[in-house]
């Protein structure tokens, strides 16, 4: 069974400047955890109103896990910043690959994966999603690495 992931971290609308027509948010906000990952605040449609897209940077510890999930129904991009990742994804989360910084990543709505940081450094990434929502259109898969709830 699947199930929909939930966000520890609260959006600081203190943190958003609006200038009628350009927002910003300086310094990339507080920072703000899920799912085993941190994130600087980033821009969404819960913080600038935008409704079709969503940024952020996301950091990984040295030998955490990003837990298995499935983004529903929107596309994701990624920069890697720094660091090196591996990436088990499809059913079962059989396939492997690894990418590191200055990598380009393009994951397809409704694909499986999990994410590990298995570098010495932390993990720096740049993302981007086709949705305004930020985990909300997220779904739990199952993997041996979640905690249990």
Same mark, same amino acid.
């Given at each position: 069974m699947v199930e929909r992931t939930k966000g520890t971290g609260e959006i600081d609308l203190s943190?958003?400047?609006?200038h009628?027509?350009? #927002?910003?948010i300086r310094g990339g906000g507080g920072g703000r955890g899920w799912n085993g990952i941190q994130y600087k605040q980033g821009l969404s449609g819960k913080n600038v109103g935008a409704q079709n897209l969503s940024i952020n940077v996301a950091t990984v *510890? *040295?030998?955490a896990v990003a837990y298995a999930h499935i983004h529903d129904g929107f596309e994701v991009m990624l920069f890697i910043v720094q660091g090196k990742?591996? @990436? #088990?994804f499809g059913e079962g989360l059989k396939?492997?690959?690894v990418n590191q910084a200055g990598d380009f990543i393009y994951i397809k709505p409704g694909v *499986? @994966?999990?994410v590990f940081n298995i570098g010495?450094?932390?993990?720096i990434a740049f993302v981007a999603r086709s #949705?305004?929502?930020?985990?909300?259109?997220i779904i739990n898969y199952p993997s041996q690495y979640r905690p249990a709830e």
């Open positions: 943190m958003v400047e609006d009628d027509g350009i #927002t910003v *510890p *040295p030998g990742v591996k @990436h #088990t396939n492997e690959i *499986p @994966h999990e010495d450094e932390e993990v #949705t305004a929502d930020e985990w909300d259109k």
